[in-house]
């Protein structure tokens, strides 16, 4: 599955960003149950690793000019799921994305 989400910042702001919010992405998770794991595979790639109800998703956030791009492998159980996956990634991958609230 992949989910383009696009920006207009620099990519030194992207990686910013991800990087200061990535520990909030469990939170956006229902149930609260989830477990996410992040790691740097290159400066402008990250890797994810999300388990949750007894699966375990993993995928890459590529940071690229103009876009963020995630690539998550899906397996055949949660295919049914897909669209409303991908519609949580693209709103929760603008909110990583926007601005820091001053408050």
Do not use: C, Y
């Not at 149930?31 to 400066?43: D, I, L, P, S």
């Not at 890797?47 to 995928?59: E, P, R, T, Y």
């Amino acid at each position: 599955m992949r989910v383009a989400i696009p920006h207009d910042l620099p990519r030194e702001e992207v990686r910013n960003r991800l990087r200061d919010r990535s520990h909030e992405i469990a939170d956006h998770i229902p149930g609260g149950m989830a477990k996410v794991e992040t790691n740097w595979a290159g400066e402008d790639r990250m890797g994810i690793n999300v388990s949750a109800m007894g699966q375990d998703l993993k995928g890459v956030v590529d940071i690229e000019d103009g876009q963020l791009v995630f690539q998550i492998a899906l397996p055949m159980a949660l295919s049914f799921v897909e669209p409303i996956i991908k519609n949580a990634i693209k709103q929760q991958g603008q909110k990583m994305l926007a601005p820091p609230s001053d408050g």
